[in-house]
């Protein structure tokens, strides 16, 4: 089946560090890629998202880059705020029979920005 | 515009009570689903629906119902809560069922079973 697996976390930052959360992937298909931030207290919001190998996503100064050959999407920021501090998660999605539209979560990476 | 929006909140049961979660979107989706959220798992999908009247088992559909009579509204029941069903319950919906559709995710509703 489909899955998705993030780095363990949480993770710690000062302000202005550079972020990296990985993720990789397996898929039965040909899946699109995202990447959701999920603030304190709030629902998931899409942050980027990648739909074919080598494309970009960005957002926010954070970028993602969907590597087929290494199945990842690591998720980067060169640098951190504060206001960055949230729970993110990897996501894909496959295309065919009844898989549509459906999401597969990695289990979520939490981040903290210190001043 | 208010996107995806779950009522309640917020929610306390006794084991064994009944209850349902409203979702509804006014972005006339045509996709809807309802995940929960569980520490280190993720979201995991319980129900989705394709349209009007249509539902369909997700990852983790034991327990819950669900319903979509109408297309703005997706609603997820619980006949006799468990505690393992404490969770945080997330409605999405999207556009379209492709791939590249964005989905897009309510503000959650926190349940507790005692």
């Known amino acids: 089946g489909d899955s998705v697996t993030q780095m363990e976390g949480p993770v710690t930052l000062s302000e202005e560090a550079f972020l990296t959360i990985n993720c990789t992937y397996t898929?039965?298909?040909?899946?699109?890629l995202f990447w959701y931030v999920q603030y304190p207290g709030e629902g998931l919001q899409l942050l980027l998202k990648a739909t074919k190998a080598d494309d970009k996503g960005s957002n926010k100064g954070f970028e993602a880059t969907y590597r087929k050959e290494t199945t990842s999407f690591h998720l980067e920021k060169g640098s951190v705020q504060v206001s960055d501090s949230a729970v993110y998660f990897c996501?894909?999605?496959?295309?065919?029979?009844?898989?549509?539209?459906?999401?597969?979560f990695g289990q979520g990476t939490i981040l903290t920005v210190h001043p | 515009n208010a996107g995806v929006t779950q009522t309640p909140k917020f929610r306390v049961l006794k084991t064994g009570q009944s209850m349902t979660l409203l979702c509804a979107q006014d972005?006339?989706?045509?996709?809807m689903y309802w995940y929960r959220q569980d520490p280190g798992m993720g979201l995991r999908l319980i129900h989705y629906s394709v349209g009007e009247g249509t539902t369909a088992k997700g990852e983790v559909p034991d327990g819950y119902n669900v319903s979509r009579l109408k297309k703005q509204n997706f609603l997820l029941g619980l006949e006799s809560a468990a505690p393992s069903q404490t969770s945080v319950y997330f409605c999405a919906s999207s556009y379209g069922g492709g791939t590249g559709n964005t989905i897009y995710f309510g503000e959650g509703s926190w349940l507790t079973v005692v």
């Open positions: 996501a894909l999605s496959v295309a065919g029979g009844t898989s549509y539209g459906k999401l597969t």
């Open positions: 898929a039965t298909g040909y899946p699109s």
């Open positions: 972005m006339n989706h045509e996709y």
